[in-house]
């Protein structure tokens, strides 16, 4: 059976060029990029390279590009030095619709007895502006607000944003896993300290990110040991993946322009046919300042891990919302932050695409998809 892949917001296929720009690192320049000799220095050089092509596609310089392990290691980071590097201030300002690598480490925080501000969102899952200002004060350590949603694809107005905790002189995280190479981001134009990146998420491998600190921010590294990243991320560099990540971000450079309109008309034409052929459905958040690849439908009456099941048979890999709360039954939190009904809550579905898609691949959603509504409500509990 062909897969039809709708879930690249939890992960991306590898590029075949990643790949091939992977390989020779894991065979040939095999060499720790620490040592002095010149066969290490191929390491060293495949490194320097992929800083600067990650710095490129973010508008950064490659100083600040700090390579990790993923992106929750790089929210992570960024909460922890915030923190350890201003002891006097034990504030921090998040959202109810974050990815739980920032809400699960937000709460952890408030258990050492900071205070956290979590500010709410309207039915269209937008942010409250006047909350986010009056919450801003002198002891606010850090705010931590992502760049766009994974489950329903709101682009929050981070410049705006930002420009506002810099005006009260505090630090600004942004968590842009899902963001990075979908939607532009200049970070030369854009008052953000920290932000986060996947490589997975673009089409490079899982197991490498990337944590960007603006240069003469005060850094405290999560990790300490060796020297590697100039003292702020110890442990020796994942080199292949670091490549691979690197090769990745050239690629997101490439392709930012088809993805912002080919994905998206590949995204409209998948929501239409859905719309069309499935009555009582919606759409969920706002429609109008979204990633290009992200629809987030919600079927009344239904349950969503039932329409997953079910579209798994056809071969359709779909998700619920966020792959890393996946095994829950409870709704969605950013849906149930955005106040959607019950009944339309629990029967959601993310369906997520990338430059790999195609049309027959969203035909055959649109063709499949009404039919296993209907079987499901047909055998449904929920009755209006």
């Known amino acids: 059976m062909e897969i039809r892949y709708f879930d690249n917001n939890a992960t991306s296929a590898v590029a075949p060029e990643v790949l091939e720009a992977m390989l020779p690192y894991l065979s040939d320049f095999y060499g720790n990029p620490s040592s002095m000799y010149a066969f290490a220095a191929r390491a060293a050089d495949g490194i320097d390279q992929a800083r600067s092509r990650v710095a490129a596609l973010l508008g950064a310089n490659p100083e600040e ?139 490079a491998p899982k197991g490498i990110g990337v944590l960007y600190v603006r240069r003469g921010v005060r850094f405290r590294p999560f990790l300490r040991g060796g020297h590697q990243e100039r003292g702020r991320r110890a442990g020796t560099e994942n080199v292949p993946y670091i490549v691979g990540l690197g090769k990745a971000a050239q690629l997101a450079t490439e392709h930012l322009q088809e993805e912002r309109i080919a994905v998206a008309r590949l995204r409209d034409r998948l929501e239409q046919g859905i719309m069309a052929g499935v009555p009582d459905c919606i759409v969920n958040g706002d429609t109008e300042n979204r990633l290009p690849n992200t629809s987030n439908i919600s079927f009344k009456n239904v349950e969503g891990e039932a329409i997953l099941l079910m579209l798994d048979r056809l071969g359709i890999c779909a998700s619920s919302g966020s792959a890393c709360t996946s095994g829950s039954l409870e709704p969605s939190h950013v849906l149930r932050a955005m106040g959607v009904p019950f009944n339309y809550a629990h029967g959601s579905v993310r369906l997520s695409l990338s430059r790999y898609t195609t049309e027959e691949d969203v035909d055959y959603v649109t063709e499949h998809l009404p039919d296993v509504i209907k079987t499901l409500r047909a055998i449904s509990p929920y009755k209006d």
């Open 65 to 203: 590009i700090i390579f990790t392990s993923c992106g929750s290691e790089s929210d992570n980071t960024a909460i922890f030095s915030a923190l350890q590097a201003q002891p006097d201030k034990r504030h921090l300002i998040t959202t109810r619709v974050e990815h739980s690598a920032i809400l699960n480490t937000a709460q952890y925080w408030e258990r050492q007895g900071c205070r956290v501000t979590y500010l709410n969102v309207d039915d269209r899952g937008r942010l409250d502006q006047e909350q986010y200002l009056q919450a801003l004060g002198d002891d606010t350590a850090l705010v931590s607000i992502m760049f766009a949603n994974n489950e329903v694809g709101n682009i929050y107005p981070i410049q705006r944003m930002a420009e506002a905790a810099r005006e009260r002189g505090v630090l600004f995280h942004t968590d842009a896993v899902q963001a990075v190479g979908k939607t532009p981001i200049d970070l030369s134009h854009m008052p953000v300290d920290m932000l986060s990146l996947s490589g997975h998420k673009i089409h």
